[in-house]
């Protein structure tokens, strides 16, 4: 069973950092792609960043220059730099891992950045 343990949440000021990680166990190969999608209160959940096995990224262009994605892929782990926080960002961010056709996710970390 693929299981995900997500860290790095909490409360920052705006203009501050945060560092977010997920580790991926049950697993026996590698993901795909790996990423992060975030949910703020009475919206959709949304891409943040993926990164692929290949280190190829896509990230929403409301991050763009702020946020970073890395991945080990020997560990299964995959990272989110957060930088220049903004109160928008104030969402549960969830973990997902992409294997083939089947998509895992993660239970997900709270990011609140107060202004």
């Known amino acids: 069973q693929v299981q995900f343990v997500e860290s790095g949440g909490g409360l920052v000021q705006a203009g501050g950092s945060l560092r977010l990680s997920c580790t991926a166990s049950g697993i026996t190969s590698s993901f795909n792609a790996m990423g992060w999608y975030r949910q703020a209160p009475g919206k959709q959940r949304e891409l943040v960043a993926m990164?692929?096995?290949?280190?190829?990224?896509n990230y929403a262009e409301s991050v763009k220059g702020r946020f970073t994605i890395s991945r080990d892929n020997a560990k299964n782990t995959v990272y989110l730099q957060m930088n220049s926080l903004k109160p928008e960002d104030t969402a549960v961010y969830y973990c997902?891992?992409?294997?083939?056709?089947?998509?895992?996710w993660g239970q997900g970390t709270q990011v609140t950045v107060s202004s």
């Open positions: 997902k891992g992409d294997l083939y056709v089947i998509d895992y």
């Open positions: 990164i692929r096995t290949d280190a190829k990224t």
